[in-house]
């Protein structure tokens, strides 16, 4: 009797959040709308030129190639946009879901309206034929931008970086603009080490979820033996923020080849990511599969694809499923849903950063450490929402082949650790990683979520992480 009624309950709390969220996130499509005609306006006045965005529509390959200065070709299966012969960037690096973002009452109208084999097969969102190469135009607006000029002269004004809706300070602006930020403890005097560790947060963070906890656990002996490297990503942090970048991962994997590995000659090295962390660290492991010595995933973000589905969509909906509850989901929503709302998060949080930090220290009475935080803030919009919808998002398929090449491949270690607790990243995407490598461990830590598997078990983690390192192969 009781269990019945506890079933009735959650069912119709279920139903309740079903309801409450449709409407919440209809109301939501139509600020949506209003505001992207506000930033439209604040752009043009604030920067003297019409601004981009992903609500327009695709313009095909055909016309952003028109200008004769963006060309898109096709070389060895992969279709690449070459801007003035130089700079080239992968249509396969860009996600979909960018673009393609139904609002509730056409997603509602979809599934009503398609057949049940269609329902199950992608969400009403079909992937376009193959022999179609469209790039979007707030895209092609992006490349004119860097280029300057289109084949007939006409101008296109570059976006300043930082951007109005940007934090200004010398943090969130690096002088440097060609690398990362990156911590580096090596060991007391100068020492040869055998080999090293890369430390890689993940998304909306920053190194200091590493150098805040883990690192000050590690022990004198094995820091005797290594470096310890732990890296703000492209966009975050203090790293370069460029208002022109796409944010992909090729991207991000050659700022971080660039900062670490050839900078500091690193030829033999262990990976530790958390998050969107693990997806770089796998692209990274097949880059290098000699000198990987171990992977260590914190809760990875991996959602194996049903059949029929169109990969990058079914990922948007699992990690971004529109509910208000609980409330971890609702955030998620809103910064994978909403270009324009999130950008307005953007500059009432990380614009002003430095007033909310002091205003949390001061009614804290300076008694609560605020790295976490530190790394919340410091990003800008641009490189956040690339980020989500180009590697979360994007990596649907990429992910599956870079699992099976460490699978296949290489011989390191991999282990995964996941809190029981985590509402934003099920500890079924854990359980999927294992049964993609055979040979990887997985412990899942009860009582812990999404940070805390970190930020709570710094020693314990610290300690467990030496072990793997030494691990004999």
């Known amino acids: 009797m009781a269990a019945a009624a506890r079933s009735a309950l959650a069912s119709a709390g279920r139903a309740a959040n079903e309801a409450v969220s449709f409407v919440v996130f209809m109301v939501l499509d139509v600020v949506e709308v209003l505001l992207c005609v506000v930033y439209k306006v604040a752009d043009y006045m604030l ?53 393609t973002r139904p609002s509730v009452l056409a997603g509602a109208a979809s599934a009503t309206t ?62 440097d603009a060609g690398r990362l930020f990156v911590h580096v403890e090596a060991p007391p005097g100068g020492a040869a080490t055998e080999e090293d560790v890369l430390f890689i947060h993940g998304f909306i963070s920053s190194s200091g979820f590493w150098t805040e906890t883990v690192l000050p656990n590690v022990s ?42 050839e900078r500091h000659g690193v030829k033999s090295f262990h990976i530790v990511a958390h998050s969107l962390g693990s997806i770089l660290a796998l ?24 059949r029929g589905e169109v990969g990058t969509q079914y990922v948007l909906r699992t990690v971004a499923p529109r509910r208000v509850w609980p409330p971890i989901a609702f955030g998620a929503s ?12 953007s500059i009432v949080l990380c614009k ?46 990429k992910i599956d082949k870079c699992l099976e090449i460490v699978r296949d491949q290489l011989t ?26 055979p040979r990887a461990r997985v412990k899942v830590v009860d009582g812990k979520d999404h940070v805390t598997i970190v930020v709570r078990r710094q ?7 030496e072990e793997i390192w030494n691990r004999k192969r």
């Open 47 to 99: 920067e003297g030129a019409w601004r981009p965005c992903y609500c327009s529509s695709s313009s095909t390959a055909a016309g952003a190639a028109a200008s004769g200065k963006i060309v898109v070709s096709e070389r060895g299966g992969s279709k690449v946009v070459s801007m003035l012969s130089s700079t080239k960037l992968h249509l396969e690096d860009i996600s979909d879901t960018l673009y």
């Open 114 to 175: 398609r057949s049940p084999s269609s329902r199950r097969g992608g969400g009403g969102v079909r992937a376009p034929p193959a022999t179609t190469v469209t790039v979007h135009s707030a895209i092609v607006q992006m490349l004119r931008g860097k280029i300057g000029a289109d084949g007939d002269g006409k101008q296109h004004k570059p976006y300043p970086s930082p951007r109005w809706s940007d934090c200004h300070c010398t943090n969130c602006n690096p002088a």
């Open 220 to 261: 004198p002996e094995a820091r005797a033996r290594r470096r310890l490297f732990a890296v703000d990503l492209l966009g975050f942090g203090r790293s370069p923020k460029p208002a022109d970048s796409l944010y992909t991962l090729r991207e991000h994997v050659e700022m971080i080849e660039r900062s670490v590995i």
């Open 283 to 306: 692209a990274l492991a097949v880059k290098y599969p000699a000198a990987v010595r171990s992977l260590t995933l914190v809760a990875p973000p991996y959602f194996p694809v049903p």
């Open 334 to 345: 809103v910064a994978c849903w909403y270009e324009h709302l999130s950008r307005t998060v």
């Open 352 to 397: 002003h950063h430095r007033l909310w930090e002091l205003a949390f220290r001061v009614f804290t009475l300076y008694r609560v450490r605020t790295y976490l935080m530190d790394g919340f803030f410091c990003h800008t919009h641009i490189a956040s929402w690339h980020t989500l919808h180009n590697i979360i998002c994007g990596s649907a398929g």
């Open 412 to 437: 390191c270690d991999v282990t995964i650790y996941h809190g029981r607790d985590d509402e934003l990243l099920p500890v079924q995407c854990s359980y999927a990683v294992k049964a993609k490598i």
């Open 459 to 465: 020693k314990e983690l610290a300690m467990e992480l």
